[in-house]
């Protein structure tokens, strides 16, 4: 395994990380290695907050070894700022590590105005994932909607097609984040072209519907993949206020929580014609892909050139669905 934690940084306020996710899900085995480790070590005390129970424990050498205090919540109502800054007073921590309850609705968390949150990671048993996914879907999205790495266990026995279909899943709500996927052999990758929906080597590449929300989060992982290749697709027409003359981002709005919880899926696109197209209209874009330097993202991605933009029907299913 390797250095998840983000390193410590001298501020005032006290780093909080967070580990969240269902009951047996590995949060305490991720907890306990990494807590072990050289590069985590600190000077002072670390607070591990346990808001339930599981079949691994922590061993009393290692907490004494790591300068490391627990103290158990066992009811959502009891995590207030209030009782937290307790905890601060009793222990004097230099650090937090918070032991989520994968039951708990996470956007009930709420930590004291000293403290901040340094860092949320997921762990996820990837046997039994589809049936939160599928019952819960509400509660596995608050988990990983901000989470900066998600790690799937336990892979062992699951088909890689499902596999891949949990990785569309999450990105579609977190697009953002590192996704581990591991067995009992270590670290695997399920991202080969053979497992696209679309035929990478049509000229241009069409992508209507899913296959077009499949690529968008593709082409976030693997730019280099598409660089240079033709696609062409119907988008809505967005124009952010930050961009540049002679850009907009045509894109497809995606459901991939419920109907109230949608995200719109788009890359910045260079077109001459810009300035002249509506907000929210319907274009069918051919374009071919090209990985630069923009502003708007901070650094290189992927950038559309246009060669041709022109007006479109709404499609029947103007929405992605990712929760199918």
Known sequence: MFDFFKGNKKVEQKPVYVINGFLDSGKTSFIRYTIGQPYFQIEGITLLILCEEGEEEY????LEQTDTVIETIDDLEDFTAARLMEL???????RVIVEWNGMWDFREFKIPKAWRLEQQITTIDASNFNMYFTNMRSLVAEQLRN????MFNRCDDVDEKQLISFKRNVKAINQKADLVFEDSEGEID???EEDL????HQ???PLEGLDYGIWYIDAMEHPDRYEGKNITYTGMVMRPGDFPEGYFVPGRMAMTCCANDMTFLGYACRYEGASRLIERQWVRVTATIRIEEFAAYGGPGVVLAATEVAPAKQPEEPVINFTG
């Open 197 to 200: 929906p679309f035929d990478i």
């Open 203 to 205: 000229d241009p590449i």
């Open 147 to 150: 989470s900066e790495l998600i």
């Open 190 to 192: 399920m991202t080969t």
């Open 88 to 94: 601060e007073k009793k222990h004097r921590p230099e």
């Open 59 to 62: 061993r009393a050498g290692l």
